[in-house]
């Protein structure tokens, strides 16, 4: 069965208050902020906040729907640990880091044969930094995370089930990954070929409740996989389809990228990620990253209703362009985006009707 996955695109989550995990993941996991947008479903305004490595690279891209309007259950069925790459022997710097700020932390463990360390988000998201020698992407860097101990991206991800073999049908029949090895509990499954990113380790947990599958603080909402093109996308589609697994979305536009989700039989729900031409570079340039809101363009002429429902957020020193710096031009494919060409294949778009509430006399 041919498949298209190359690794992971990107993974969502869900914490609580907005400033509270741009401080977490800027300043404690030391991520560059890259872009600050919206929940393109429904019409209450959330943040969508993208964070990754220096480039914006795909496969280190994690984004938060900051979620404080309810709590979710964190359980089996899904993605339970969003894990990053570091240098070898980085791990000692990270647990002092974590120390440093005081977030609950693993100390140093070994899952085949590998050191990691696992932290806690405020919100209770668990996050691994695992040593990987073989990642040489870009880090971001901070006053406290240097060159040398920074995350490149991810390694991949750990997924919480309550049986494996329907899951391990899924990876291996659905999207080409290939069992790779056990290690206890964990199940280990890659992607073939060289780009990082490109591991998902099932996690047999049978006696662990379910998790919520909606919107919910503390909880893991997806993990998507770059498929690199449209056409390739409704081709997976296809091939969920010929599998079984009919109640795979229609093809939905995120402005970035184009996306199509289907909930796999563990209770994950999967998404699939064409990048549109220019990616993230459509509405900033790599210097202004992530330092000021930006809508799509359906949304636009709602900006005073979103905004007003949004808890305002401070951008991170390190994220704001340094004066007198020369900025580096836009890919040429972000230019050609912006043009106003449609889309090669039919996407959805949530057309939502956003009101400015009424205030209490």
């Known amino acids: ?32 902020l890259i872009k600050q947008t919206v929940l393109m479903d429904g019409s209450i305004p959330i943040y969508h906040l993208y964070y990754g490595n220096a480039d914006a690279d795909v496969g280190s891209i994690a984004t938060s729907f900051p979620y404080d309007r309810k709590p979710g259950r964190a359980g089996s069925g899904q993605l339970s640990a969003t894990s990053y ?64 101990v920074g995350t490149r991206g991810f390694f991949g991800a750990v997924l919480s089930v309550r049986d494996v073999r329907e899951q391990e049908s899924f990876f291996v029949d659905a999207l080409g990954f290939r069992k790779v090895g056990v290690d206890g509990p964990y199940h280990r499954f890659e992607v073939p070929g060289t780009a990082a990113g490109r591991i998902v380790d099932l996690h047999h947990e049978p006696d662990r409740a379910p998790g919520s ?24 589609k296809a091939i969920y389809e010929e599998l079984g697994y009919t109640d795979a979305s229609e093809v939905k536009d995120r ?7 289907v909930r796999s039989p563990g209770g994950i729900l999967v998404e699939c990620t064409a990048n549109v031409p220019g990616g993230f570079y459509q509405d900033e340039t790599p210097e202004e990253l992530g330092t000021k809101l930006h809508l799509p363009p359906w949304f636009e002429e709602q900006r005073a209703a979103i905004v007003s429902q949004l808890e305002p957020i401070t951008v991170p020193e390190e994220n704001r362009p340094k004066s007198g710096a020369k900025s580096a031009p836009r890919p040429a494919a972000a230019a050609a985006h912006k043009s106003g060409a449609e889309p090669a294949i039919p996407v959805s778009r949530t057309k939502a009707a956003f009101e400015t509430p009424k205030r209490s006399k």
């Not at 040489?136 to 901070?142: E, V």
């Not at 402005?255 to 989700?261: C, P």
């Open 255 to 261: 402005f970035y990228f184009h996306s199509m989700y």
């Open 85 to 148: 790459t570091v240098p070898k022997g980085a791990t000692t710097f990270w647990k002092a880091h974590f120390d440093a700020h005081g977030a609950e932390h693993s100390g140093v463990q070994e899952r085949f044969g590998t050191k990691y360390l696992r932290v806690r988000h405020p919100a209770g998201l668990l996050f691994e930094m695992i040593e990987d020698a073989s990642d040489h992407r870009n880090p971001w860097t901070t006053k406290q995370v240097s060159k040398d």
């Open 1 to 32: 069965m041919q498949t298209f996955v190359l690794g992971v695109h990107h993974i969502t989550l869900c914490p609580g208050r907005a400033q509270e995990d741009v401080d977490f993941f800027t300043q404690v996991l030391g991520q560059r």
């Open 213 to 236: 599958w909606g919107f919910g603080a503390g909880t893991a909402h997806h993990i998507a996989f770059n498929v690199e093109t449209d056409e390739a996308l409704v081709k997976q």
